[in-house]
């Protein structure tokens, strides 16, 4: 039966303790069900001016999608999601890779404190944005390795969607093994600070040796040369000597008087980073060379340059790898020598 409560009810249960337990609610005796008469006006008739009559309804639905302003960042660039920045240890390279994509460089401050700390500000939003960073940890190493670690963290602090490490030249290579007892794989620890300061991936141009690849817990994309070592005699003919490094010139210099003394007509020097420490300039401007031919992924000032340099750009090779990545393309998949990359 149906409950309800009444006032009068109330007032009983507080002089009968079984009303006070069923809280004034009491049984309402059973009537007779209400009979609602209906009474009909008129019809909704035929149809008018040759439509059926209808209930009115708005053109615009409550479950249609409604179309909200798009607001554009005026600094954002309309066509893309691709933002190159770069820091301050090889920043014509940079501008380089840049003009090769078609873009501008990302806006970024980068200042140092009196007391030798770095400090890094991304001047335009990258939310979303896939970010390439053009930087070399070349001499001098620590503080090129430290400002890359910092634009890293102010790319993932900035909410970028994915953050490319671009590495022409990567320092502490050489420190790959070790060669005796308690020595540091400094290559390991330096792949973990970036992969820890939020890298997503690695690009790098010919590393010291290939197993470096495997110190890293992202994705690595190793662009590099092919070298072919011949065995035989080199008398009367051109040599052309190649490494991934020069630094002091001194193992190249052995090698180019080892050719000379085997009758070679001519040697050439072919190497990819130009770190040209004492005494690599005297070595190599000895005499021993015909020509040096070297890449720009290591600035190289005036005062090392000499008459057999010859300097080539990487900016095409790494530019063309950049938007690989960023499309989501093959990087080894067509020889770039197809791409009419100069």
Not at 128 to 151: K, R
Not at 208 to 214: T, Y
Not at 232 to 241: F, H, S, T, Y
Not at 290 to 318: C, D, M
């Amino acid at each position: 039966m149906p409950l309800c409560y009444s006032p009068t009810s109330a007032a009983a249960a507080s002089a009968s303790p079984a009303a006070a337990r069923s809280g004034g609610l009491h049984r309402r005796s059973r009537t007779a069900p209400a009979v609602v008469r209906c009474k009909k006006i008129a019809s909704l008739g035929g149809a008018i001016n040759g439509a059926l009559p209808c209930i009115p309804v708005s053109a615009r639905s409550l479950l249609s999608p409604v179309t909200l302003p798009i607001l554009q960042d005026p600094n954002m660039r309309n066509d893309t999601r691709l933002r190159i920045f770069s820091g301050t240890a090889n920043p014509f390279l940079s501008q380089e890779i840049a003009s090769y994509l078609g873009l501008e460089l990302g806006k970024i401050k980068i200042k140092r404190f009196a007391d030798g700390e770095i400090y890094v500000q991304l001047q335009e939003s990258v939310r979303g944005c896939d970010v390439f960073l053009v930087q070399p940890t070349c001499p001098p190493a620590n503080e090129n390795l430290m400002e890359l670690l910092i634009m890293i963290d102010a790319c993932r602090r900035a909410s970028a969607k994915n953050i490319t490490a671009v590495i022409p030249y990567f320092g502490y290579a050489r420190a790959d093994r070790k060669s005796q007892g308690r020595e540091s794989i400094a290559a390991k620890l330096v792949a973990n600070m970036i992969t820890e300061a939020g890298a997503n991936r690695v690009l790098v141009c010919d590393l010291h040796s290939s197993q470096a690849m495997g110190y890293f817990d992202i994705p690595v994309d190793h662009v590099y040369g092919q070298v072919m070592n011949l065995i035989g005699d080199v008398r009367g003919k051109v040599a052309v000597m190649m490494d991934d490094m020069i630094d002091t010139a001194g193992t190249i210099a052995k090698g180019a008087e080892l050719l000379h003394q085997e009758g070679a007509r001519e040697v050439y020097a072919c190497c990819t980073h130009a770190v040209f420490s004492p005494p690599a300039i005297e070595r190599l401007s000895s005499g021993l060379f015909q020509e040096v031919i070297i890449t720009n992924t290591i600035p190289l000032k005036e005062e090392k340059h000499f008459p057999q340099l010859t300097i080539l750009s990487v900016a095409n090779l790494l530019g063309e790898t950049i938007w690989r990545v960023h499309d989501d393309c093959s990087v080894g998949h067509e020889p770039y020598s197809s791409l009419d990359i100069d």
